[in-house]
């Protein structure tokens, strides 16, 4: 028989039903939250998302990629363009015998069994399902044979593909900049939603600096999609938004004159030409050059070496990344400094035997004219280039106070040019030197400095940018290269906006001129060390000239180029501005290891000042797209 249970253990085993009860209850409770929950998430807020994985089942978004927006110098001249070429593709899953038809396709438009290699191996790490192009920039020949042909080759499809190209070559390559390949890096730092279809960026130059004007925005087509991927029909489709055009400050015809004359120099060198009133570069030309076409397709591992490996660096902008000691091409900017923080004046007098040296110190710091200028001025220090009022000027003045009033014209920092790398240059002072060198500050470093030697070095933009701030009183527009944008083809071309930098203000404007009158009288009054450069020109002009030492010489040792290598001659520089009263134009130029700045960079100045203002009767300065600014035209006249 059943033992009878007592009131206790019927009432414990009420409880452990209830308990039980209780905790089956909840399970199921929570189970059924769980369940509503994710019909919650799945019908209401994840709808969307999982409506999208539902239509990719049948339904393909395929990216468009918008058209890259053109470069034009400032007349409408053509500098990066999109090129329209013919590619042959396959799609793998719609060739039968893909090994026998990619060899008649190798006889009929001569291709080499390595190409056929590389082919196949394309053909194998791609999508089966998607187009691979086999074969770019197709002849009309090939094109012609290949369509004759066309039915024997189901999967095979000739397409229209743009592409950018360059069609001055390197002409004002470091300019351009280039675009490539999107890589792991740039995948990085862009929207990749902006992106898709794409398989180009800005690399380098303003194509780089400007990537966001120039890329546009991508379109798509919505095609509806077999089980394999294949397309049947068109759903919907928005076409893409090219990118901007951009029109540039550069004179194109003035960037070849400028980059031929370095050439025909044979040496290396840069010229740079801007608009001292609003900033515009009108040319910046860097020798040797590179052609930014190699870059585009990604550049072969021999071409790039080649490059590379070249000891005149062709890659490498001297133009705004070349940092050289300016020489005496800022003796009219120091002098300004002498003459604000009143360490000499317009009347006092300087002897000079043809060396300098510290008090207290034998050490001679020699002048390029062994036998002195004598008594000399200011005006005459200027343009006769006496290296010992300078010397003295600088030791006066002491760096930290020179330090102070030549950054005022930009050197020792970054113009702010819209280009990528640009070099700062170097404005040493004594605080740098001791954190640099863990050394002190020595009166014979200044002395070095007041002639534009020692730890002085600054870029030839720097120094176009310093020399038009002279031209034009003070005003510091920043430079730039971009004049205009054009959303569209058959919209006007937009000007941007000029940046002024704080401006150089002077204690009193009589200092400009003395300045400017120095230089004048570099070019154009007797005893100026470039008046065979300024000798019969149309135009009054101001310049200075400038040597600037590779290399040390010890004191008392001759000098005599001709036993040394020539990377070991002196670069030649020269600045100067046009024309004198109402300048349009700055420029600087530097040849390296050319020699004296009178015999080399001053004449090639010249021709480049000739080119920029005497204009033809047939040419128009100064045009922009369909804008275009009244002609200017100097007549020859006698020298002043």
């Known amino acids: 028989m059943a033992r009878k249970l007592s009131i206790k253990d019927e009432r414990d085993e009420i409880q452990v039903f209830r308990s039980r009860a209780l905790i089956a209850g909840a399970v199921v409770t929570l189970a059924i939250l769980g369940i509503i929950f994710r019909l919650y998430s799945l019908q209401v807020s994840q709808y969307e998302h999982y409506t999208q994985l539902s239509r990719e089942n049948y339904q393909k978004r395929i990216p468009i990629p918008p058209v890259r927006g053109e470069i034009f110098d400032r007349k409408g001249v053509l500098l990066a363009g999109n090129h329209i070429e013919y590619v042959l593709s396959v799609v793998r899953d719609e060739v039968d015998d893909m090994d026998f038809k990619l060899d008649q396709i190798r006889q009929m438009m001569s291709m080499s069994e390595a190409e056929i290699k590389k082919i196949k191996k394309k053909i194998r790490v791609n999508n089966r399902y998607q187009p691979v192009i086999i074969r770019k920039n197709l002849t009309e020949q090939e094109i012609a044979i290949f369509s004759s042909n066309r039915p024997r080759f189901a999967g095979f499809e000739i397409q229209l593909q743009i592409e950018r190209y360059y069609p001055l070559g390197a002409i004002a390559g470091h300019v351009l900049g280039y675009v490539g390949r999107i890589d792991k890096k740039d995948l990085e730092r862009i929207n990749k939603e902006d992106y898709k279809g794409t398989s180009h960026i800005g690399k380098a130059g303003l194509e780089k600096t400007y990537e966001m004007l120039l890329h546009g925005k991508p379109g798509y087509k919505l095609v509806e999609v077999d089980s394999h991927g294949r397309q049947k029909k068109l759903l919907d489709e928005k076409n893409p938004v090219a990118g901007k055009d951009l029109y540039l400050s550069l004179d194109i015809a003035l960037q070849i004159k400028a980059e031929q004359a370095l050439q025909e120099l044979g040496h290396n060198g840069a010229v740079v030409a801007l608009d001292p009133k609003t900033g515009e570069v009108l040319t910046m030309a860097s020798v040797p050059a590179y052609d930014p076409n190699l870059f585009v397709n990604g550049i072969s591992h021999r071409d790039y070496s080649a490059l590379r490996e070249n000891p005149d660096r062709p890659l490498y902008s001297r133009a705004f990344q070349g940092i050289y000691p300016p020489g005496s091409t800022i003796k009219p900017m120091v002098a300004i400094a002498g003459l604000e923080t009143g360490v000499t004046t317009p009347q006092r007098s300087v002897y000079g035997k043809g060396y300098f040296s510290v008090p207290g110190n034998r050490h001679r710091y020699r002048c390029w004219k062994k036998s002195g200028h004598g008594h000399i001025r200011i005006n005459r220090a200027i343009y006769q280039s006496c290296d010992v009022y300078f010397y003295d000027l600088a030791y006066r003045m002491g760096i930290d106070r020179f330090s102070t009033e ?49 730890f002085w070095n600054a870029t030839p933009l720097q120094l176009a940018h310093a020399v038009g701030i002279v031209a034009v009183r003070g005003k510091r527009p920043r430079p730039h290269l971009l004049k205009g944008v054009r959303e569209s083809k058959d ?118 000042l000739d080119a920029y203002l005497l204009v033809d009767s047939g040419e128009e300065k100064g045009k922009a797209g369909p804008e275009v600014s009244k002609k200017q035209k100097h007549k020859k006249g006698k020298r002043r």
Do not use: C
């Open 491 to 608: 919209k006007p071309v937009e000007p941007v906006s000029i940046q002024l930098l704080p401006p150089v203000v002077l204690s009193d404007d009589r200092h400009w001129d003395v300045a400017i009158k120095g230089m004048h009288h570099v070019v154009q009054g007797a005893g100026g060390t470039a008046r065979r450069s300024g000798a019969g020109a149309a135009y009054q002009f101001a310049g200075k000239t400038g040597t600037a030492q590779v290399f040390g010489i010890a004191q008392n040792k001759s000098y005599n180029a001709s036993q040394l290598k020539k990377k070991l001659h002196d670069h030649s520089l020269f600045v100067a501005f046009a024309p004198l009263d109402n300048p349009e134009i700055a420029l600087a130029v530097i040849a390296e290891n050319a020699g004296g700045g009178s015999k080399v960079a001053a004449p090639l100045a010249r021709k480049i």
């Open 406 to 454: 030549l950054r005022k014209f930009g050197f020792g920092e970054k113009t702010g040019i819209d280009l990528p790398h640009e070099k700062t240059g170097l404005m040493p002072t004594a605080a740098w030197k001791e954190k640099r060198f863990k050394r002190p500050w020595y009166p014979g470093d200044t002395v070095n400095i007041g002639i534009g030697q020692g």
